[in-house]
């Protein structure tokens, strides 16, 4: 089976830096996505990492270790519509498994 | 950017009557569909794949006789959920694979969902 772990809620300050982690255990690994998801909408894709190392775009970086079943998103220059819930997903073989997500709040 | 598309968005429905969600891909073909389901507050739990021509493979406690899912075409999968009752109250997510110009191999393109409220 799986068991992807995230935590269940963030806060931050506008302007800030702040990092979601999310660990994970699976057979089959094949990638480690981050979606963003506002409340009442569909996830949207913000990054996939499939090997180690840190992927940088824009404002957020992801990082992964598959040694350590590792991942965290890294979100800088925090801006108030950053306050979403962020989803770790695991793809398993062909299957894309998500974790209970991070509900972050960016106060003023 | 692969867009995927959702009807309805939202639907009433009384107690003891069928559901019918489409799904459609829009400028892509898609090989692989997702159906998923989200409760308030908790995360996406993936219901079934299917596979355009075959039948869905459904996740351990997805009861597969009462959400029948439908991939007959490229660009069309139907999630249809029989005899509703207010626990199937939800949030119902697709998702796809495929492909088409500029499509990457790995990525899964989200529908915008449909909020199923039986009363």
């Given at each position: 089976?799986?068991n992807?772990?995230q935590?269940?809620?963030?806060?931050?300050?506008?302007?800030?830096?702040?990092?979601?982690?999310c660990?994970y255990?699976?057979?089959?690994?094949?990638?480690?996505?981050?979606?963003?998801?506002?409340?009442?909408?569909?996830?949207?894709?913000?990054?996939?990492?499939v090997?180690?190392?840190?992927?940088?775009?824009g404002?957020?970086s992801?990082?992964?270790?598959?040694?350590?079943?590792?991942?965290?998103?890294?979100?800088?220059?925090?801006?108030?519509?950053?306050?979403?819930?962020?989803?770790?997903?695991?793809r398993?073989r062909?299957?894309?498994?998500?974790?209970?997500?991070?509900?972050?709040?960016?106060?003023? | 950017?692969a867009?995927?598309?959702q009807?309805?968005?939202?639907?009433?429905?009384?107690?003891?009557?069928?559901?019918?969600?489409?799904?459609?891909?829009?400028?892509?073909?898609?090989?692989?569909?997702?159906?998923y389901r989200?409760?308030?507050?908790?995360?996406?739990?993936?219901?079934?794949?299917?596979?355009?021509?075959?039948?869905?493979t459904?996740?351990?406690?997805?009861?597969?006789?009462?959400?029948l899912?439908?991939?007959?075409?490229?660009?069309?999968?139907?999630?249809?959920?029989?005899?509703?009752?207010?626990e199937?109250?939800?949030f119902?997510?697709?998702?796809a694979?495929?492909?088409?110009?500029?499509?990457?191999?790995?990525?899964?393109?989200?529908?915008?969902?449909?909020r199923?409220?039986?009363?």
């Amino acid at each position: 089976g799986q068991n992807i772990d995230q935590p269940t809620e963030m806060t931050a300050t506008e302007g800030a830096i702040v990092q979601i982690n999310c660990t994970y255990q699976t057979s089959g690994f094949n990638g480690l996505f981050w979606y963003q998801q506002h409340a009442g909408e569909a996830p949207t894709f913000l990054s996939y990492n499939v090997l180690d190392g840190l992927e940088e775009k824009g404002r957020f970086s992801s990082f992964l270790s598959r040694s350590k079943g590792y991942s965290y998103l890294l979100l800088k220059e925090l801006q108030m519509k950053d306050s979403a819930s962020y989803l770790c997903a695991v793809r398993e073989r062909r299957k894309l498994i998500f974790g209970q997500g991070t509900e972050l709040s960016v106060k003023p | 950017g692969a867009v995927v598309s959702q009807h309805p968005s939202r639907v009433i429905c009384k107690s003891g009557t069928s559901v019918k969600i489409e799904c459609r891909s829009l400028d892509f073909q898609a090989t692989t569909m997702f159906w998923y389901r989200q409760f308030p507050k908790q995360s996406l739990m993936l219901m079934a794949t299917s596979n355009e021509g075959s039948k869905a493979t459904y996740e351990q406690g997805v009861e597969k006789d009462k959400f029948l899912i439908n991939h007959a075409s490229l660009t069309l999968s139907t999630l249809t959920v029989t005899s509703a009752h207010p626990e199937d109250s939800s949030f119902y997510i697709c998702s796809a694979r495929g492909r088409g110009i500029g499509q990457t191999s790995y990525e899964q393109y989200f529908g915008p969902g449909t909020r199923l409220t039986v009363t």
